[in-house]
């Protein structure tokens, strides 16, 4: 049966329409949400700082629990990442963290190339993705994503501006992950100071064209506290597993001999905003940035390393019969070409060989025609000598032999004589 | 680490001025629900339905009654001699709309024309044909380097009608799910069920799911219910594991007790709508819409499409292989073991260079020989 192969749409664009009644869609989110709450959450943060500067103790006073640390020294010879993940639950909700330390940070005598280690780890959780996002058989909703969604960066409290370490690394990290300045172990610097130091470290951030994470402000329902927050950047914040007991509560604090600093009092430091902001407020905005834009950066990226584009030179959507026809027709080309190429690089390697062999081969001939005549005049030379050594010898034998001869006759002679003087004396 | 906190699952809110309150046990993350409902409000929703069956079956007053509009305004009927050779055609209306806030795309696709004609063989191949097109148009946008706008065009639920009038499938009905249930969630309706008697809809909806299962159609299921669930709501969701019988006429009408209700003024009654013992509209709707809407998208994209795709790329592969290790137009993973043919072709390849390789090294042997 004959068909049409084009979806007619008689309205053009979309309309909106009103109901009549309740039809009950509303419910959608409420669907989404069941299906998030019964398949768990997952959160990655990544804590860039120096050695012994709080980045464990800042994680275990967020999240209220006591992970697995160990004190690192300072005499790592590279930058490491160890990374952790825990399952924590609260209420209804579970939630797969993985925290991902640096190690050793900041301690070598040359620190050009620390920050590598960092952007090759963000660079291997994408690129797990990319593979089974790119898998014929794929489990995407099932995948255990790896990938970093927060990174914290713990500023040293030195109360004056970055390192220039600080803006090295920052400026490698902010295409690839959402970045979170906070200032370490705020309670060394008092407020006054610590005004100054903000804004210096914001002002040098932006002058150095360093993107930091920005809380949303598309939502109206979290735009106006996401605002404020973002003129409390960066969250200066102290951290304590330790209780003190103020008032009649047990809180976390640090106790110092001239008063208590208590975590959750905000105004001894920026605790609770970050704790709002990062996890109760923007979690899943981390999660989203993190998948539609630094992850599609590097996905583009390395596409595009491969050899993909998007649209034929046309500019026209093409059918993946196409693309696929016209790939295969300029690959068999590149290859006849290769071919050709590597016949013709041989044809003419073995011309010169030949040349050169032949070039050779003349030397030699030359040479053996010259070795040849030497020694034909040689010999000729040695014949001569011969020759006169052979007439030298025959003229010496000639001569020896009539010498033997006139011997001979003299003796006979001689005998003769004797002979007759004998014959003689007798008579 | 369970951890008490102030988490209202009624209100869905998160009582944040009593958090500094409440003990050191505070971490926040049971706000996650809350961020994700809050974001998915913003974004928005969108949802494709195709409906198919014969003419007059009632599949327009249906998708009216339920989405409680008329998205069928100007329509123009074919009467029969018109429709002797009609071919299929697929029709598109998009539209949004709203409630307490939550905006929902509305696609609905039909399929007019299907099984019309007098020679409805592989009648379906429009329809399999455009659900096919949209899995390779998201295919294509999925793999494309920018993604910043993908629209997800992909049917989600194709509602299929069968007349109440006969016995059960007929041959029309079951090719027409054969060659659909792997590609589109199908949910089977009994159409114009005010024609049967309760007994005579119990006897046809057995008939009708043992022929599903006899000629193995696998139609949507509906996942188990929570354990949260009433226990009658889990008692429905039997009965309706497979078919439906929906009713629907946007009239609306007065009873004799003075209610006004959508329904069918006969002569010898009302037939309501909305009356669960009059038909199962109702449980149509809350399926379909209030409790299964999301999940019909999620099967769809894992399950549909993630088979559509892994056929796709597996033809393209073999095709590749053939073509001695082409680049693919699409990113796909490279293929790790090549097969025969190829290997062959690639161990030839290697040798005749390694005897080009060998033969210039005798010739640069046999100079330097000489030169000795």
């Given at each position: 049966m004959a068909s049409s192969d084009v979806a007619?749409?008689?309205?053009?664009?979309?309309?909106?329409?009103?109901?009549?009644?309740?039809?009950?869609?509303?419910?959608l989110p409420d669907q989404l949400v069941n299906k998030s709450i019964y398949q768990g959450f997952c959160f990655n943060i990544l804590c860039i700082g120096e050695t012994g500067i709080g980045k464990s103790t800042l994680m275990d006073t967020l999240f209220n629990t006591n992970f697995e640390n160990f004190e690192s020294s300072h005499f790592e010879p590279q930058v490491k990442l160890r990374a952790q993940t825990y399952d924590l639950q609260e209420s209804n909700v579970r939630l797969r963290l993985t925290v991902v330390n640096t190690v050793g940070f900041g301690d070598?005598?040359?620190?050009?190339?620390?920050?590598?280690?960092?952007?090759?780890?963000?660079?291997?959780?994408?690129?797990?993705?990319?593979?089974e996002e790119l898998k014929i058989k794929r489990s995407l909703h099932n995948y255990h994503d790896s990938r970093v969604h927060a990174c914290l960066y713990f500023i040293s409290p030195s109360g004056h501006s970055l390192k220039s370490l600080d803006l090295v690394t920052m400026k490698k990290l902010d295409?690839?992950?959402?970045?979170?300045?906070?200032?370490?172990?705020?309670?060394?610097?008092?407020?006054?100071?610590?005004?100054?130091?903000?804004?210096?470290?914001?002002?040098?951030?932006?002058?150095?064209?360093?993107?930091?994470?920005?809380?949303?402000?598309?939502?109206e329902t979290v735009a106006k506290v996401n605002t404020t927050m973002n003129g409390h950047l960066p969250f200066a914040v102290v951290g304590s597993t330790e209780e003190v007991s103020v008032g009649n509560k047990m809180v976390k604090a640090r106790q110092y001999p001239w008063g208590v600093v208590q975590v959750e009092n905000e105004n001894h430091c920026d605790f609770v905003k970050l704790r709002e902001m990062l996890i109760c407020v923007n979690m899943e905005d981390l999660r989203e940035q993190t998948h539609t834009r630094h992850y599609e950066l590097y996905r583009r990226c390395k596409l595009e390393e491969m050899g993909f584009k998007d649209t034929d030179p046309e500019c026209k959507p093409v059918s993946l019969q196409q693309t696929y026809e016209a790939k295969r027709q300029e690959f068999l080309l590149e290859l006849q070409r290769r071919e050709d190429e590597m016949r013709q690089m041989f044809v003419q390697r073995v011309k010169e060989k030949e040349a050169e062999l032949k070039d050779a081969e003349r030397e030699l001939q030359s040479r053996f025609e010259q070795l040849k005549r030497l020694h034909a005049d040689e010999k000729a030379q040695l014949e001569e000598k011969k020759r006169l050594l052979d007439e030298d010898q025959s003229s010496f034998s000639k001569r020896r032999a009539a010498a033997q001869l006139l011997q001979a006759q003299s003796l006979t002679a001689n005998g003769k004589k004797d002979k007759d003087r004998k014959n003689s004396g007798f008579m | 680490h369970h951890v008490r906190t102030c988490y209202n699952t009624r209100t869905k809110k998160s009582c944040l001025s009593c958090s500094s309150l409440l003990e050191k046990q505070y971490v926040g993350f049971a706000t996650l629900p809350n961020q994700v409902h809050r974001k998915s409000v913003k974004k928005g929703f969108d949802f494709t339905l195709m409906v198919a069956g014969e003419s007059g079956m009632g599949k327009s007053t249906l998708v009216n009654s339920l989405f409680l509009t008329d998205l069928y305004k100007d329509r123009k009927l074919l009467n029969a001699e018109e429709r002797i050779n009609q071919?299929?055609?697929?029709?598109?209306?998009?539209?949004?709309?709203?409630?307490?806030?939550?905006?929902?795309?509305?696609?609905?696709?039909?399929?007019?024309?299907?099984?019309?004609?007098?020679?409805?063989?592989?009648?379906?191949?429009?329809?399999?044909?455009?659900?096919?097109?949209?899995?390779?148009?998201?295919?294509?946008?999925?793999?494309?380097?920018?993604?910043?706008?993908?629209?997800?065009?992909?049917?989600?639920?194709?509602?299929?009608?069968?007349?109440?009038?006969?016995?059960?499938?007929?041959?029309?009905?079951?090719?027409?799910?054969?060659a659909l249930h792997e590609k589109v969630n199908i949910i089977p309706l009994i159409a114009k069920a005010d024609c049967l008697t309760p007994n005579e809809i119990k006897k046809l909806k057995d008939r009708i799911r043992e022929e599903i299962d006899r000629f193995g159609i696998k139609v949507y299921q509906f996942p188990e219910c929570d354990s949260d669930e009433d226990e009658e709501f889990k008692q429905l969701d039997k009965e309706l594991k497979v078919t439906f019988s929906g009713r629907t006429r946007v009239k609306i009408k007065t009873t004799a007790r003075g209610q006004r209700v959508r329904g069918r003024l006969y002569p010898w009654g009302i037939v309501e709508v909305e009356n669960q013992s009059h038909c199962d509209f109702v449980k149509l709707r809350n399926m379909l819409i209030r409790s299964h809407m999301h999940d019909l998208k999620d099967v769809t994209c894992d399950v549909h499409y993630e088979n559509y795709r892994a056929q796709c790329i597996q033809e393209m592969t073999s095709k590749l292989?053939?073509?001695?290790?082409?680049?693919?137009?699409?990113?796909?993973?490279?293929?790790?073991?090549?097969?025969?043919?190829?290997?062959?072709?690639?161990?030839?390849?290697?040798?005749?260079?390694k005897r080009m390789q060998e033969m210039l090294n005798k010739m640069q042997q046999q100079m330097h020989d000489k030169d000795q």
């Open positions: 007619r749409q008689p309205d053009k664009g979309v309309r909106p329409l009103n109901l009549a009644g309740h039809v009950g869609f509303d419910s070598q005598m040359n620190k050009q190339e620390s920050y590598q280690p960092v952007v090759d780890y963000i660079d291997r959780q994408f690129e797990s993705y990319l593979q295409s690839k992950v959402n970045i979170i300045p906070v200032i370490a172990k705020a309670d060394t610097i008092s407020k006054s100071e610590l005004h100054k130091f903000k804004i210096k470290i914001m002002s040098e951030l932006v002058s150095n064209g360093v993107q930091i994470y920005q809380f949303p402000l598309d939502d | 071919t299929v055609e697929i029709i598109k209306h998009t539209v949004d709309i709203e409630e307490k806030g939550v905006k929902l795309k509305l696609t609905i696709v039909d399929t007019p024309g299907f099984g019309d004609a007098v020679n409805n063989n592989e009648c379906w191949k429009p329809i399999t044909d455009y659900i096919d097109q949209q899995f390779e148009q998201y295919f294509r946008d999925e793999s494309g380097l920018n993604r910043k706008n993908i629209q997800d065009n992909r049917v989600h639920c194709c509602l299929y009608f069968i007349p109440p009038f006969g016995h059960g499938l007929r041959p029309v009905d079951v090719e027409f799910m054969k292989a053939q073509d001695n290790r082409m680049e693919s137009p699409i990113p796909i993973l490279p293929l790790s073991t090549p097969d025969v043919d190829t290997e062959k072709l690639i161990k030839m390849k290697d040798e005749e260079l």
